[in-house]
């Protein structure tokens, strides 16, 4: 009787013992399971940034840093930023929209990026002592602010863990550009193939036609302006600008002309002799009253500012 009841006890604790072993064996794998499906209970990630550095970065950043061009894209996802460039931030029509942010310099102020104690910082500036110093403090990617909005935008939202917002602000803003461009060929404001450019000034006399960049990225649409046979080479070639004397203006005038007005003084007075100079009076569009003039730091291509102008473009052409 008593070896008849041993053997029980023994085979139920070898019941219980195989039990825990198959259990023990597959937590590790629902674990597994669990942080692919939920990749944001990681506390970290590999990333892979600009220029090919490996960064183990957070999931989701509660401290960001972010010194570069087009600050005003991370306004729509709604980033946790702490700390920012105000060389990119005073001036531009999202400057009243940025809340709580410190400035950290430009060039990076090293010890006030250490005082804010970040948790991920984002530059433009693909200087490797400059990202070697930054990652001593905190996880540092090197990013390209100067990429095609599409494509910089969804990468920046993947960076600080907002990719839904990313992808919902895009559809949005995608479905406002082309009904604005409808609105204005249903209207008769603009017909079907006319040419515009767009031309500023920069210290030191230099003259500039826009290409890939800032206000020409909203006007060269497929159911918008198109470049012109002189400006397409440029955009091909993927350049934001490029330089050409005064003499050239006629070749690379469009139908309609968009003047970016300047900041600096030497700047302002370029604008003001080219416009008063025969070849300028000259172009077809100047006779045609079809010039317009918008300020400079009103037309960067962050976001935010391509959001303002697709508002803003209507106003113009209707004058």
Known sequence: MRKQ?????????????ILSACNSQDQPKEAEAKEKDNPSE????????YLGHKIEIPNSPKKVIYQGENYGDL?????????????????????????????VGFPINF?????????????ADTDEKVFEQLSKIAPTVVFDTFAPLDNRFMELGDIVNKKQEATEWLKEYKQKEEAMWKQLLD???????????????????????????????????????????????????GKGFEQIS?????????????????ETDEAIQSTKD???????????????????????LKTSSDASTREWLIEEIPSLLNK
């Open 274 to 296: 080219m416009l008063n100079s025969p070849v300028w009076k000259g172009l077809p569009a100047v006779k045609n009253g079809k010039v317009y003039s918008l300020d400079i």
């Open 75 to 103: 306004l729509p996802l709604n980033a946790d930023i702490i700390g920012g460039s105000y060389s990119w931030i005073t001036g531009l029509i999202f400057e009243d929209q940025v809340k709580n942010v410190e400035d």
């Open 187 to 237: 209207q008769g404001i603009l017909e079907s193939g006319e040419t515009a450019s767009v031309f500023t000034y920069y210290p030191g006399d230099r003259l500039f036609v826009m290409a890939s960049t800032g206000l020409s990225q909203v006007l060269y649409h497929p159911s918008g302006f198109k470049p012109g046979d002189k400006i397409q080479p440029i955009l091909d070639q």
């Open 246 to 262: 005064l003499e050239l203006l006629p070749e690379f005038a469009g139908d309609r002309i968009f003047i970016l007005t300047p």
């Open 5 to 17: 009841k041993r053997m029980i006890v023994f085979c139920i604790l070898l019941i219980v013992a």
């Open 42 to 49: 990681t506390e970290y990630r590999t990333y892979t940034d």
């Open 111 to 123: 010890e006030k990026v250490l005082e804010l104690k970040p948790d991920l910082i984002i530059i």
